[in-house]
């Protein structure tokens, strides 16, 4: 085979190769999905968060409110593998505390189940401030 072919097959081969990775999922390129989670004034947005069991999620918390707000899911946090470092960064109680324009990702795989999240700021969670988390 002369040297000239073997170029070719070289060429041609890593062409295949570019080929494959472009064709591979999505997914396994972008990563975890994502889900944002606005914190307002009463109110979670969105309220109902619809997740999928065993897939890594990032979740993106942030406080458009005027004052501090939290995201206080216990039972779901517990339940939810991740590392260390983003377990460290809860609250006690399983809480994601936000100062006013703050924001905060938060990487976990959740498990499957059905949670409820609130704010425990002062009445709060009376004037709205609560939702759910259902994870399939």
């Known amino acids: 085979m002369s040297f000239r072919n073997k170029k070719l097959i070289r060429v041609f081969a890593?062409?295949?190769?570019?080929?494959?990775?472009?064709?591979?999922?999505?997914?396994?390129?972008?990563?975890?999905?994502?889900?944002?989670?606005?914190l307002a004034n009463f109110s979670f947005t969105p309220s109902d968060l619809h997740l999928?069991?065993?897939?890594?999620?990032?979740?993106?918390?942030?406080?458009?409110?005027?004052?501090?707000?939290?995201?206080?899911?216990?039972?779901?946090?517990?339940?939810?593998?991740?590392?260390d470092a983003t377990r460290g960064r809860l609250r006690k109680k399983g809480a994601v505390e936000l100062a006013?324009?703050?924001?905060?990702d938060v990487t976990l795989t959740p498990r499957s189940g059905n949670y409820e999240?609130?704010?425990?700021?002062?009445?709060?969670?009376?004037?709205?401030m609560k939702g759910t988390i259902t994870v399939r």
Do not use: Q
């Open 14 to 38: 890593g062409l295949a190769m570019a080929i494959t990775t472009l064709a591979m999922p999505l997914a396994a390129v972008t990563g975890p999905e994502s889900a944002r989670i606005v």
């Open 52 to 83: 999928n069991a065993g897939k890594p999620v990032v979740l993106h918390f942030v406080n458009e409110g005027s004052g501090g707000h939290n995201f206080v899911a216990p039972e779901f946090f517990a339940a939810a593998s991740m590392d």
């Open 100 to 104: 006013k324009g703050e924001s905060v």
């Open 117 to 128: 999240a609130k704010c425990t700021h002062f009445l709060h969670a009376g004037f709205g």
